[in-house]
């Protein structure tokens, strides 16, 4: 079982950046690949990266490409999310979660463990 917690939202100007982090408690760390998804005013949930198991391989959707670097720490239980270049478009709840199969990582409903949140607010 994992239990996660986000830290490292807050509130920055367009082009600025912040590095969110995505600490995990339990022993299972590494049989999951680990997310970070966000999720705006009035939209659904959406992957915005993810890292395998061995952070090895990563994935990001085509609106953050570029701009925001995902990675992870086995040793630390950490997943962290850099994002820079920031734009108000970027603005929403922050959350990380745990997926067993990296290969159906944009399968929302398949995420086994979640995390609370943390809001990312940029102004233009």
């Known amino acids: 079982q994992l239990q996660l917690v986000e830290t490292g939202g807050g509130s920055v100007q367009a082009g600025g950046s912040l590095r969110l982090s995505c600490g995990a408690s339990?022993?299972?760390?590494?049989?999951?690949?680990m997310a970070w998804f966000r999720q705006a005013p009035g939209k659904e949930r959406a992957l915005v990266a993810i890292?395998?198991?061995?952070?090895?391989?990563?994935y990001y959707v085509e609106s953050v490409k570029g701009r925001f670097t995902i990675s992870r720490d086995n040793a630390k239980k950490t997943v962290d999310l850099q994002m820079d270049s920031l734009k108000s478009e970027d603005t929403a709840v922050y959350y990380c979660?745990?997926?067993?199969?990296?290969?159906?990582?944009?399968?929302?409903?398949?995420?086994?463990?979640w995390g609370q949140g943390t809001q990312v607010t940029v102004s233009s």
């Open positions: 339990g022993r299972a760390f590494t049989d999951y690949a």
């Open positions: 890292v395998n198991w061995y952070a090895d391989s990563t």
């Open positions: 979660g745990a997926i067993r199969d990296y290969g159906l990582g944009m399968e929302t409903d398949l995420y086994e463990y």
